[in-house]
């Protein structure tokens, strides 16, 4: 088993910034990547970025390449997203997830066994 905590959510205006953090624990060396999603009201969970647990290679989506940054900090088991010029469509849920080694779809929600709780980020104009 693997526990996700996320933590940094909050509101803040278009254009200004917000870095979130997820800490995990238990059972992690099975781990092969980790990512953000997000969802907003109505819509469909989304994939926004990725970082190999190991590798630390990373991906992101379109929609938020150029702004935010994903990273990880191994020692402390913790990913972080730091989003920068946040836009009022940026404003959802988002949640941290794992997938074990076997997983290669990184975009895809069903690739991930855990999840956390998630943070709300809300962005006015």
């Known amino acids: 088993q693997v526990q996700l905590v996320e933590s940094g959510g909050g509101l803040v205006q278009a254009g200004g910034s917000l870095r979130l953090s997820c800490v995990a624990s238990?059972?992690?060396?099975?781990?092969?990547?980790m990512s953000w999603f997000r969802q907003a009201p109505g819509k469909e969970r989304e994939f926004v970025a990725r970082?190999?647990?190991?590798?630390?290679?990373?991906y992101y989506a379109d929609s938020v390449k150029g702004r935010f940054t994903i990273s990880r900090e191994s020692a402390k088991k913790t990913v972080s997203l730091q989003m920068n010029s946040l836009k009022p469509e940026d404003t959802a849920v988002y949640y941290c997830?794992?997938?074990?080694?076997?997983?290669?779809?990184?975009?895809?929600?069903?690739?991930?066994?855990?999840w956390g709780q998630g943070t709300q980020v809300t962005v006015s104009s």
């Open positions: 997830a794992a997938a074990p080694a076997s997983s290669t779809d990184y975009r895809n929600v069903a690739s991930y066994d855990y």
């Open positions: 970082i190999g647990w190991y590798s630390g290679v990373t």
């Open positions: 238990g059972r992690t060396l099975s781990t092969a990547f």
